[in-house]
């Protein structure tokens, strides 16, 4: 495949699709002057220990043109979702990391949540929805450089004080799927964040021909967002650059599509399968404990007031009960047009089933409690999928379930 022409900008990561968005099968990425401040690069042998931190705030700008750019708050929960999966090494996709990287596979104590207050200190949901008339405003400057979508007056919307926030733009752009600004790198202090086109944005909608509908290019942005690299560094470096981590292969460039392991670039078996590759969304799966350690200097030394409590987060009802979620199984039976959810021990409380649509629409609740097997009718239910929200008293997560 022709690869697409890369669009540099200081301080910018953007990632884009060989080909275009239309028929693209292969995502790419630039990067260029990487962050250098004091703490931001990790040496060879040095590994900070990574503290905890406090629940860092985002907020969710979602600049829709067309009705299928706009997303419910379901639809934003669940990319949420997968974002803190990644990142405390939750993922879907663990199995597939080789033997040898296994070692290297390590969690971030950290966690991301919609804040529950605005700037001046008001409550909010932590997302904001604007309409626009403007096609690709992810992607167009005014003739000040500035570019629309961060921007109330040029038809996108204000970021909230990014010292505080960590602002995420949902909006169209032209052959591109994402982009992010390493720390003080932003070309304009207002345009410090991630942008993210709508196609590439959650995980419950059909992946088209891109491979890239699991909400894992958001983690990848969130990577550049704290100073990662791609693996073989600024650019496509015939094994002369690395991304400034000491656990992570020198590899000569980036992987695409999910390719069988191992591939050997630069005399050693190269890792596709970390978040800051260009695989599909199916293989990707890890950062490793020096790409942690990296982020967690990016914290401690750059974005500084991240992450320090200065502003209120919705918290979740609880952290899941790994007895709960292992000992639910949920299936679809198509011949029959129903999804089986069967607790396979019994549970200590009640266990509720909510039925959601794509659109964020509840068809139907269920209850567990006495019962071990439930059978979910689907007949009818538009979209291709429904999500189910379980909960006890005291616990809540959500399973996706694609219908066919």
């Known amino acids: 495949m022709t690869r697409g022409h890369f669009s540099i900008i200081g301080g910018i990561l953007i990632c884009l699709l060989a080909g275009g968005l239309l028929h693209a099968q292969e995502r790419q990425c630039t990067t260029v002057n990487v962050a250098t401040q004091p703490g931001g690069n990790q040496q060879e042998g040095q590994i900070v220990t990574q503290r905890s931190w406090p629940s860092v705030p985002v907020v969710f700008h979602i600049i829709s043109r067309l009705p299928e750019s706009d997303f419910s708050d ?20 663990l199995g597939r990391v080789p033997e040898e990287f296994r070692e290297l596979a390590a969690p971030m104590d950290i966690r991301f949540c919609l804040a529950a207050e605005d700037p001046a200190g008001n409550p909010s949901t932590g997302i904001i929805r604007r309409q626009t008339s403007i096609p690709d405003i992810g992607s167009a400057f005014n ?3 500035r570019r629309r979508i961060h921007y109330d007056f040029l038809g996108g919307s204000d970021a909230w004080d990014p010292e505080r926030y960590v602002n995420i733009w949902v909006g169209e752009m032209e052959g591109v799927i994402g982009f992010a600004t390493f720390p003080n790198q932003a070309p304009f202090p207002e345009e410090d964040g991630i942008i993210i086109d709508p196609a590439y944005f959650g995980t419950l909608r059909p992946a088209g021909q891109t491979g890239a509908n699991r909400g894992h290019t958001l983690t990848h942005e969130m990577g550049h967002y704290l100073n990662l690299q791609h693996l ?32 050997v670039s630069c005399g050693t078996p190269d890792m596709f399968m970390n978040f800051m590759d260009f695989t599909n969304d199916a293989c990707l799966a890890f950062f490793t404990v020096g790409q942690v350690s990296r982020m967690a200097q990016s914290l401690e030394y750059q974005r500084t007031t991240l992450g320090t409590g200065l502003v209120v987060c919705h918290e979740p009802e609880t952290t899941v009960p790994p007895d709960l979620e ?28 909510s039925c959601y649509t794509i659109d964020g629409r509840q068809v139907a609740e269920y ?27 005291s616990t809540r997560f959500s399973r996706k379930i694609v219908l066919y």
């Open 367 to 393: 209850d567990l409690e006495g019962e071990y097997t439930l059978l979910i009718p689907t007949r009818g239910i538009p979209g291709g999928f429904l999500v189910l929200w379980i909960r006890t008293d």
């Open 74 to 93: 379901l639809e934003v929960q669940a990319q949420l979702d997968v974002l803190n999966r990644d990142f405390q090494l939750r993922g879907e996709n």
């Open 232 to 263: 073989w560094g600024a650019n496509d470096s015939a094994c002369e650059e690395d991304d400034q981590v000491e656990d992570t292969p020198i590899q000569s460039g980036p992987h695409f599509g999910c390719p069988a392991h191992p591939v």
């Open 326 to 353: 292992s000992k639910l199984i949920t299936s679809y039976l198509p011949e029959r047009k129903v999804i089986l959810a069967r607790l396979m021990d019994p549970f200590e409380t009640r266990v509720e089933i």
């Open 143 to 145: 003739p000040e450089g």
